[in-house]
């Protein structure tokens, strides 16, 4: 079976860099400098019944997924998103409208947030379903410093924005919000140490910033904020949530709490930052990541 983990680690070691690159393979989006300052690149897939329901998702919700999912990753880097290509290959037979709809419900996603598609591609597939790449560009404006992964240090406070758990049952996994303001909140006025987009779990996000920043995280799972009808476990590790995960020093903390401010998603403190190489543990020391199923493998 495919072990997408795995796969990355064995893989992001052996890709050699050229310069121009300020930060290469591992964090939500590459950074680029460039005579303007510096050019944000991600790249995310959309697959049919991997991803979303392909017999119970209209097209164009999930074309306006895809693009939100890209959006997400500018968002936990601080950065402003600006143009995306798009590619999507159906199976031989599927309507000509549904391929249309799809690219309508990416261009209005990114259309809400200013972001223009400027190309792409459109292929067949021999064999039953669809599949979608976008690839999006953003910028950070002169003199702000990016959002990374590895800014971590211990005694930060650890916040959360929104809330966690049941995405699939509450379709928040196609209705979410990107937390573009609040990302460009955090990194404009410089609140936050790192930060990433929780994707694919609240556990196994939290070990990735963990292990980017040579630090450990510990998080109270008694103030993780649920989403409607969702468990613990679920809040957790059943991932699809695209909130912000991000760490803030300790004498900038109660500042952040009180200047939050109104309209965002809800702001939570779930633990603190401490000395250690990538574990994730609760108040009394227990291993978080022992004995569970965590994450959404792709």
Same mark, same amino acid.
């Given at each position: 079976?495919? %072990? ?13 860099? %050229?310069?121009?690159?300020? /930060? ?25 019944? !991997? ?15 895809? &693009? ?21 290959? /159906?199976?031989? $037979? ?20 200013? /972001? #223009? ?28 410093? /990016? ?27 196609? +209705? ?21 987009? !929780? ?5 196994? @996000? ?28 679920? #809040?957790? $590790? ?14 900038? #903390? ?7 401010? @109104? ?9 603190? !930052? &401490?000395?250690?190489? $990538?574990?994730? !543990?609760?108040? +009394? ?5 022992? +004995? ?7």
């Amino acid at each position: 079976m495919l %072990n997408e983990l795995e796969i990355l680690k064995t893989l992001l070691g052996s890709l050699e860099q %050229n310069s121009g690159v300020a /930060v290469g393979p591992g964090d939500d989006c590459a950074v680029l400098d460039f005579a303007g300052g510096k050019l944000l690149a991600a790249v995310d897939q959309l697959i049919g019944d !991997v991803h979303y329901f392909s017999n119970g998702t209209s097209p164009r919700r999930a074309g306006a997924k895809l &693009m939100k999912r890209n959006l997400s990753d500018i968002a936990a880097m601080g950065g402003i998103p600006r143009w995306a290509l798009l590619s999507v290959a /159906v199976a031989n $037979g599927r309507e000509a409208e549904w391929i249309l709809e799809f690219c309508r419900g990416a261009a209005d996603a990114g259309m809400k947030y200013d /972001v #223009a598609i400027v190309g792409g591609d459109i292929a067949a597939l021999k064999n039953p379903g669809e599949t979608a790449s976008l690839s999006i560009l953003g910028e950070m404006p002169h003199g702000e410093t /990016v959002l990374l992964r590895s800014g971590a240090k211990a005694g930060e406070g650890i916040y959360v924005t929104g809330r966690f758990g049941n995405s699939l049952a509450t379709e928040h996994h196609l +209705d979410f919000e990107p937390r573009l303001r609040e990302g460009r909140f955090l990194a404009s006025n410089h609140w936050a140490s790192a930060a990433l987009d !929780v994707s694919d779990g609240l556990l196994l @996000d939290a070990a990735r910033l963990a292990a980017a920043s040579g630090v450990a995280m510990r998080i109270d799972p008694g103030r993780v904020p649920r989403r409607e009808g969702a468990s613990l476990a679920a #809040a957790l $590790g059943d991932g699809e949530d695209y909130e912000l995960l991000f760490t803030v020093p300790p004498e900038r #903390a109660p500042e952040l709490e009180k200047t939050w401010p @109104d309209g965002f998603a809800p702001l939570t403190r779930i633990g603190e !930052v &401490m000395a250690g190489s $990538g574990e994730v !543990v609760a108040p +009394d020391g227990a291993d978080l990541l022992k +004995d569970r199923v965590i994450g959404y493998e792709h």
